[in-house]
Structure formats: structure tokens, C-alpha cells
């Protein structure tokens, strides 16, 4: 049970994650990614071709040690970040949504398609982890890459509280809000979307490479367009525009996708289990409605101050 | 906040309530359990449902002939969405809070290669798969020889292929291949098949790319290599082109092809006089009557037929491990790994499908005598790597139509598979 809550628990950090980064770019600045998949697999298969184990099929593969592909991932997402905001950024709304959304398909596609590179639909193998010789049983490698996630989680946490409490932060908020007004205060609102993009990329590409570390594999079927949804319905259940709220999100959703599987296996014998599955689909839905319904912001919705100051 | 405090205590109860009701389950003690994962929704529902039937009559086949150990079997069938990271949960669900010793699933290949790196191997427990036919997972040690598949790859075609190459005599051939992993399987397949067969060599590989107006370039570079034969990898729209420009240019009569190609549209278009000396690969169905009472129980119960992709492959793939927990001296992975392997032993008793064979193998096993299961796909026997062979037939043309030459049994592709790899 215990080993099974660690690799739970691993699962929901690398999701709450991406949660974040989409909080940072939607809840904060108002961008609407509809991409998030695409930026996390520029960062796996980053991780992914520079850290496999070498094989003659493959142009990649190179063995390199784990650290070198995680800041390689970070590294390739901010470029192509950086690439695909220069381009997108500028559009509006759903624009931007349908932008990204082709973005993301277009990069899983090449996935599927490059296979020299990222063995295609068969997918490449034995992907660095960290420190895994030290640590031989599953549950001992689980547990410290618990421990490794949460440092991460913790530090990417207090950088983003302290990074949008500052002045750059308030731009972004002003520029979500009202951008000709932000404009007319002399805020560059393009710089500032940008910036935004790119830091949260980052943190998409940083997720995925801990994605394909921590389960050793990966191939195109890990970034079909319904991860963005997951991460989408992780930041409204659990409330845009507020870190603690998108963590609580992805926590609660992946919570219910994983333990409806387990609710349904118990509870519906296996001559109905198609039936059953199709509940636990409808279950899902269900929940994404009533959080809607009672509570549009979210379960944590966004804090109303706006500066720490405001009450001195 | 305080609404807030009490739907966020509710959920903490209903979850840990969960968990803990499904916590404390010994490895051993009955019932036996035996997981299961399939894509039941997604975009692979339409296929799964006869396979997770299949699934059911095989448990219901162990449970009446006499289960596991004395224990009747319970399954638990979970829902991988057709998504890799609920496919895995799911598994690790299975292994580490169910305890299940062993499991079999799933479809997609994008789903079953995390779940063999992440799941099975690590905590060594057996999987065995009706369907995931990507060659790496079985050959290069990421799983640990846990992981099995009951479904035959493309190198069954491959190896069948370069055996009858090198029976006809062809020497220096040129292959042109698709560029996809089927191709590319494929090819290498080959060429460790004719390399340890010996008569025949590949003296130039030429890839393509589908749906392109003219396949003169790669054809050109092809010839270049001056061959005596050529084998042809792909799909019949682009190897209508590639012939006919190949037999244009001048290349040779003397061509192979794959399982693909064994239809009108390929002769007639490229012309039914040009390819005569042709001939092809395809998989081959198998027969006998344990395929056949397989066959009548699935229609009896289901009141549907058995066609359709991994039926069954997937009955064997359940019967093989019900079996091999039996014949293991405890219901521990690397038992149930090394007792998979003795499912098929050489000079054992045939044992078939349904109830009645299952619990003739169950005294055996008793006894201490070795069996020999013959599933619902045939005689199931896994190479080194976990991979089984199926039977291949050689089809070719005669009088502008397709006939078939010669079949290769099961038997003799066994034998076939042991030459290559031994």
C-alpha cells in the first residue's frame, strides 16, 4: 500500500507541475496554452534521447548522466517556448488556444514520425533516472524520487510565490485583467506575455523529463491531446490563479481518475467491466460539472490581494 | 472556507476509506487473484470488448477446472484508457496494494512499454500480453524475461521469409522496405534470419517512403548494387509502382514479398505475366479441435463469433498463466516467470483448451508430469525473449491468380526459430 501511495504521490507532483506552469500562464496571465502536451514532450523526449541507454537503431541514445538531460529538457522547451510565443503570442484567447492546440499535435505527430530519432511508434527504452543504482528495489527508488520531487516542488513553489508577488507579477496580473490599461501604464504586454510563456514552458518541459525518468520509457502514446484536458481540469477544480489551488487540483483530479479505476474493479464484476469503465469515465465528468456549478473559481479560488503592502 | 473545509474532509475519509478496504491482502491464501488491464474505453473499446470476454471465459475455464493451487481465481480487470499513465497506475495498483503475482494486458504498445519498465520488471511480476506486438520490449532485457506476449510479431513473416528465400536458391539480394517499424522490423529480422541460415546475402537495403508519385530514385539505387533478386517490404499501392519500375529498369524476376501484397489489386496492377515468378509470405490460420471447442465455448456463451484481433491470444494468454501458477512452486514472480516456460514442455502430455483439458493438466501437474498446451491459437511455445511463432503459408501466382504454395506448420517455424537464435 505504502509503496503504492509513494509512486501515487510521485505522479501528482509531476501533474501538479504542469499545473503550475499552466496556473502561471492562464490563471496568471490569462494565455490560453491549449498546447500544455506539446511543451511537455519537448521536454521527455529531450531527457529522453540524450539519457537512453545506447542503441545502434537509434541517432540518439546517448547515455548521458540524468542531471545533463534535465537541464537539456528545460533548456529545449524554453527555445521552442521562446520560438512558438515570438509567433503566437500576440493572438487573442482562443487564437492563441487553437494555435498552441496545433503546436502540440504537430510535435506528437513529429514524435511518432521521427523514428531514427525518438524510436517512433515503438517508443525508446531504459531512460535515465536519477541515481538509480543506488537505490535497486522499486519502493527505495520511489521513495527518493518522492523526496527529490518534493525539494523540486518545493523550491519551483517559493520562486513562483515570490516571483508573482513582485512587480512582474502584478504586470502579468494587470495585463490578464485589463491590457490596454496595462499598456497605457507604459507595460510592454508583449514582453510580459512572452516572459510568462516561456517560464512556464520551462516548467512543462522540466515536468516531462521528470515524467520519462521516473517511469523509464516513453513514446508518443504519452502526449495524446487528453493530458492538456487533465491539466486543464486539474487547474479549474482546484482554481485558477492560485498556486495552492492548482496543486490541490491535481492532487483531487488524479485522485478520482486513478481511484474510480479501483472504486469500479472493486464494486463491478469483471464480466461488466466495460460497463464499469464507462462509469468511471461519466464519474469524471460529473465532478468537473459540480465544481463548475458550485463552485466556479474553483476549490481554492484566487486570493484577492494584490500586494503584501496593501495591508500595512 | 468552510464549505470548502468539509467537501475537502469528506473526500479525505471517502479516499482513505477506499484505500484501506483494499489494503491488506496476503500473497498467498485463497482466492488466487490475477490482474488484468485492457483499454475497456478510449479509442480501442470497439476491440477490446470480445478480448475481455475472452478474458472472463478463460478465468471461468480455470475456476471450473480447478483454479489455481486449490484456490478458485479471482480477476481483476482494470481500465487502462487506452492512456499510458492510467495504464501504469493501474498496474502498480494491481501489484502493490492487490498483490496479484501476475497480470496479463495490455493492447496499445504505447501503454504496455511503461507499464514493463516502470511495473513488471522492477518488481518482477509476470505479464503476458494477447496483443502489444512492438519488437523491443522483448529483446533487449528491459524486461528482465518477465514479460511474454502470446501474439506472434512480424518476425514470424521475417524468418519464414528468409527460410524460403535461401530454400529457392536466392542469392544476392536487394531489399526495399518501407520506413516504418514494420519495415524496419522486418528488415532486420531478415537479415539475422539469412546471416544465420547461410546461402543467401542482402547486398543492398533501400528504404521508401509511402504515397509517392514514382519510386525511381530509390529503384535506381537499388540496381546499382547489381542483385539477383529482389524483396519487397510494404503495401500494395507503392509496390505496384516499385515493381513495375524495378522490372522497367531492367531488374530481375526473381522477387519476395510480404504478407501485404497477397491480393488482386497488387497483381493486376502491376500485371498478372510480369509476376509470375514471384512469391509471398502471409500468417497462416491455425486448426484443430482445441482451436475449435475453443471457438464453440466463445460462441456459446457469447453468442458471437471469434473473429476479430486478439480473441485469441488472449484466452492463452490467461490459460498459460493459471497454468504456470500451478506448475510454480509458489505464487512469486520469478517462479511463475521459469514455470511459463514449462507450460509447453518437449515430450509432455497434450493438454487443450476448456475445463475438462484443464483439469486432465492440473492432475498432471499433480502428478509431477510435464504437459504440452495447445491453445486456442495453437501449440504455445516462447523463444528466449518471451515471443511465440505462429504457422506461415507461401502464396504465388499462377495463371493470374493468387494460390497458395506450400505451408509452413507451426512445428517446423519452431524448429525454424531455434536454427536462427540457437
Partial sequence: MLSYLVFFACIVLILGMLTLALNLQWGFTGLFNAGVVGFYAIGAYTHAILTAAPQPRYVGNFGLPWIVGVLAAMAATALAGWLIGMLTIRLRGDYLAIATFGVAVSIQLVALNWEPLTGGSQGLARIGKPLAELFPTPFGFNLWFLGLMFVLMATIYWALDRVLMSPWGRALKAIREDETAAVALGKSARRFRLEAFVLGSTLMGLAGALYVSFIGFVSPFDFLPIVTFQVWAMLIVGGSGNNRGALLGALIVWAIWAGSGVAVAKLVPPSHAAQGAAIQVILIGLLLMLVLLFRPRGLIGEAAVVSRHVND | MDRLKRVASVLAVTLTAALLSAAPAAAQGCPVKIGGILPLTGSMAPITKKIAQSAELAIEHVNQGGGVKGCPVQFILRDDQGQPTVGVDAAKYLVEVDRVPAFTGTISSGVTGPIISSVTAPSKVVQITCCSTASPFTLDGRSGGYFFRTIPTSKTQAYATASETVRRGMKKTVVI???????????????????KLGGAEVIAEVPYTDNQPS?????????????????????PKDAVTIVREWLSLGGTKSIALNNSMRTMDFVNGVGAKFVEDVFGMDNAQVAGPHVDAFNKAFEEKFQADTKGPGVHTQYDALMVMALAMNIAKDLTGPSIKDAVRRVHAPGGSVVGTGPAEYKKALELIKAGKPIKYFGATGPIEFDANGDVTGPALVWKIKDGQIVTDRIITIEDMQVLFKRIEN
Fill in chain 2, 177 to 195: 522496405y518501407i520506413n516504418t517499424d514494420f519495415g524496419t522490423d522486418m528488415l532486420r529480422f531478415y537479415k539475422t534470419a539469412v546471416t
Fill in chain 2, 215 to 235: 519510386y525511381r530514385a530509390e529503384v535506381t539505387r537499388a540496381l546499382a548494387a547489381k542483385p539477383e533478386s529482389l524483396l519487397l517490404i510494404g503495401f
